[in-house]
T-cell receptor
């Protein structure tokens, strides 16, 4: 069964450094998402991406964040200058775009900012 | 705007007993509703979803949920708990149109006592 994959599974970085989290959505999917889950808290929506542009973003998704689909398969989340509070599990999701379809989530990348 | 309220951040049941995890939603448009399960150190797995067809939805692992519009509820049940059901369960809502970002509840940790 096709699945969303994410790399790396765990990233440790120093405060102020840039990180890029990578996702490979399911191949025929058209809508892409990033969510995050701070330890002990609920999963929060960050951004949705469709037709090579951001379609919706939350207030969390400030200028430090950016997303890109650099080729036909990868979908990346970049954090320009990481802060301690960016430490979280980041989930990528994708869906095909049909009525009533499902968002499929990747296994997540645990980001630890020291 | 949409939101989800999960009653009970921790629920304990005995093995073989009924599992009932409560979820109430708020949505200004017809919603899609989901239950996801998260096992320790793993990603989010879809258990079941409601997308305006049958109000009683059956999912994987013997779980089911009933959409009750009058009560704005989407409670998750399983007749007989198994040890392997111990996990965190998230109720979630999205709009039926638009880019369908998913809004999650705080989650309910299910403990199954032998």
């Amino acid at each position: 069964e096709p699945e969303v994959t994410q790399t790396p599974s765990h990233q440790v970085t120093q405060m102020g450094q840039e990180v890029i989290l990578r996702c490979v959505p399911i191949s025929n999917h058209l809508y892409f998402y990033w969510y995050r889950q701070i330890l002990g808290q609920k999963v929060e929506f960050l951004v949705s991406f469709y037709n090579n542009e951001i379609s919706e973003k939350s207030e969390i998704f400030d200028d430090q964040f950016s997303v890109e689909r650099p080729d036909g398969s990868n979908f990346t989340l970049k954090i320009r200058s990481t802060k301690l509070e960016d430490s979280a599990m980041y989930f990528c999701a994708s869906r095909q775009g049909a009525l009533g379809d499902t968002q499929y989530f990747g296994p997540g990348t645990r980001l630890t900012v020291l | 705007a949409q939101s989800v309220t999960q009653l009970g951040s921790h629920v304990s049941v005995s093995e073989g007993a009924l599992v009932l995890l409560r979820c109430n939603y708020s949505s200004s448009v017809p919603p899609y509703l989901f239950w996801y399960v998260q096992y320790p150190n793993q990603g989010l797995q879809l258990l079941l979803k409601y997308t305006s067809a049958a109000t009683l939805v059956k999912g994987i692992n013997g779980f089911e949920a009933e959409f009750k519009k009058s009560e704005t509820s989407f409670h998750l049940t399983k007749p007989s708990a198994h040890m392997s059901d111990a996990a965190e369960y998230f109720c979630a809502v999205s709009s039926s149109g638009g880019y369908q970002k998913v809004t999650f509840g705080i989650g309910t940790k299910l403990q199954v006592i032998p």
